[in-house]
């Protein structure tokens, strides 16, 4: 089950987060967030990276935690999308999915024209789009 999901910006300004979670941990989900961003950067300024790796958008596994998995997505742009999940046996296709149908859904937010570039994204259709994306994680079925 994915508890939350983040749009972090080129110079790492959030962007978007939504938590999924009953409970109140939100601060917790934030922070675990902002410490993928290290994880982020270091893989993206690896000097050891491969030609193949090079044009990769998908990064994997970030890091896994007690309770949580970390999984990170980057856009041609520098823009960081970070999913942070309570499943232990995620595939790489299924987050490869909800990353490029996340990606979609960011494009169309952006595109409005009455969004300022590199600011929070408040539009509600997002809102309502990801969710729908972040229910159907897992299910196999299309956002």
Do not use: W
Not at 74 to 85: A, D, P
Not at 96 to 108: G, Q, T
Not at 118 to 138: D, H, L, M, Q
Request: some cysteine; proline content about 4%; glycine content about 6%.
């Amino acid at each position: 089950m994915i508890v939350c999901v983040a749009v972090v910006g080129h110079q790492n300004n959030p962007l978007y987060l939504q938590s999924f979670t009953e409970a109140d941990d939100a601060l917790k989900l934030h922070h675990i967030v902002h410490c993928s961003l290290d994880v982020i950067d270091e893989r993206v300024n690896n000097p050891k990276r491969s030609a193949p790796t090079l044009n990769e958008t998908f990064l994997g596994l970030l890091y896994p935690t007690e309770n949580y998995k970390v999984y990170g997505y980057l856009t041609n742009t520098k823009v960081k999308f970070i999913m942070v999940t309570t499943d232990l046996d995620v595939k790489d296709a299924d987050a490869r999915n909800f990353f490029r149908k996340f990606h979609a859904a960011y494009v169309d937010a952006v595109s409005n024209p009455f969004h300022v570039p590199g600011k929070k994204i408040a539009s509600r259709s997002f809102g309502v789009r990801v969710s729908t994306i972040v229910k159907s994680f897992g299910s196999g079925t299309t956002g």
